[in-house]
């Protein structure tokens, strides 16, 4: 078992930042592949970001290209997702997410271990 717990979410006015931990415990992190999911009212769960168990290879929604970061931290166990110029269609809940395998796909049904998520709301 993997335990993931996500922090930072929060109320940001439109093209501010916001930056998402999320730690891992129960398993080897260096194994997993990381990811960022998001949900909004109403909406599936879709893909924001993910990142390869080395950290060598990154992929990410074309929505959040440019804006978003994402980076791993393996001797802390820690993923993180750094989000600059945010806008209020960003808002949502964002989960982080492990996978068994090297480098996770943007399905969310492939992802083995999910976060509790973590509230972000851009207001306009």
């Known amino acids: 078992q993997v335990q993931l717990v996500e922090s930072g979410g929060g109320l940001v006015q439109a093209g501010g930042s916001l930056r998402l931990s999320c730690a891992a415990s129960g398993r080897i992190f260096s194994n997993f592949a990381m990811g960022w999911f998001r949900q909004a009212p109403g909406k599936e769960r879709e893909f924001v970001t993910s990142i390869a168990r080395s950290g060598g290879s990154t992929a990410y929604a074309d929505s959040v290209q440019g804006r978003f970061t994402i980076s791993r931290a393996n001797a802390k166990n820690t993923v993180y997702l750094q989000m600059n110029n945010l806008k209020p269609e960003d808002t949502a809940v964002y989960y982080c997410?492990?996978?068994?395998?090297?480098?996770?796909?943007?399905?969310?049904?492939?992802?083995?271990?999910w976060g509790q998520g973590t509230q972000v709301t851009v207001s306009s």
């Open positions: 997410a492990a996978d068994r395998a090297a480098v996770g796909g943007k399905e969310a049904s492939r992802w083995d271990y």
